[in-house]
């Protein structure tokens, strides 16, 4: 069964960074895409990144545009998510989750149990 | 960005009811949507791909239809495991964009 584990998430004063990873086990990670999914306490849920398989290509959604940065270590089977500029509505439960993409479709097939990152003074 | 209009935003039923969730976009994405289940406390999970198909170890209960902009998540007999928030997700283009959710309450 796949396995996805978040870590790195804590508390960080508005203006702050922090990195997230995700380790990948189970499953061949540099075969598959794979994003970052967020969710603000007692809201709905939010897509924040995507990279390729290869890590060579990566969307954003517009909210985090310019302070984030995906990235991924096929290597190590992790993957990365740099959060600079934080504000505090940048608190969220963050998934790591992977992207399965084929010629006809694209859907998140495995997620993590995620990570709480908190943005307060 | 594609905008997903998620409808209701809560809805309550009764074990073995037949209920429905709709979802709409902002313009056309073909058959690129999917269905995504979240209980209290945990990840999502995938329910429908492609619109109308079934993933894998899901009940045969849960369906979707549509295609173009107006899209349907039908759960045909409610069980009480089912009580969930429920999330369409377009994977049309990028920026992925879900609908707000609908949160199915036991009535």
């Known amino acids: 069964e796949v396995q996805l584990l978040e870590s790195g998430g804590g508390l960080v004063q508005p203006g702050g960074s922090l990195r997230l990873s995700c380790a990948a086990s189970r499953f061949t990670f540099s075969n598959y895409a794979m994003s970052w999914v967020r969710q603000a306490p007692g809201k709905g849920l939010e897509w924040v990144s995507v990279t390729s398989d290869s890590g060579g290509s990566a969307y954003y959604a517009d909210s985090v545009k310019g302070r984030f940065t995906i990235s991924r270590d096929n290597s190590r089977n992790n993957l990365y998510l740099q959060m600079n500029s934080l504000r505090a509505e940048d608190t969220a439960v963050y998934y790591c989750?992977?992207?399965?993409?084929?010629?006809?479709?694209?859907?998140?097939?495995?997620w993590g149990h995620g990570t709480l990152v908190t943005v307060s003074s | 960005a594609i905008q997903m209009t998620q409808s209701p935003s809560s809805l309550s039923a009764s074990v073995g009811d037949r209920v429905a969730i709709t979802c709409r976009a902002s313009r056309g994405i073909g058959n690129d949507l999917g269905w995504y289940q979240q209980k209290p406390g945990k990840a999502p999970k995938l329910l429908i791909y492609?619109?109308?198909s079934l993933q894998s170890g899901v009940p045969s209960r849960f369906s979707g239809s549509g295609s173009g902009t107006d899209f349907t998540l039908t759960i045909s007999s409610l069980q009480p495991e089912d009580f969930a928030t429920y999330y369409c997700?377009?994977?049309?283009?990028?920026?992925?964009?879900f609908g707000q959710g609908t949160k199915l309450e036991i009535k």
């Open positions: 989750a992977r992207w399965y993409i084929s010629a006809i479709t694209k859907y998140f097939d495995s």
């Open positions: 492609a619109a109308s």
């Open positions: 997700l377009q994977d049309h283009s990028y920026p992925l964009t």
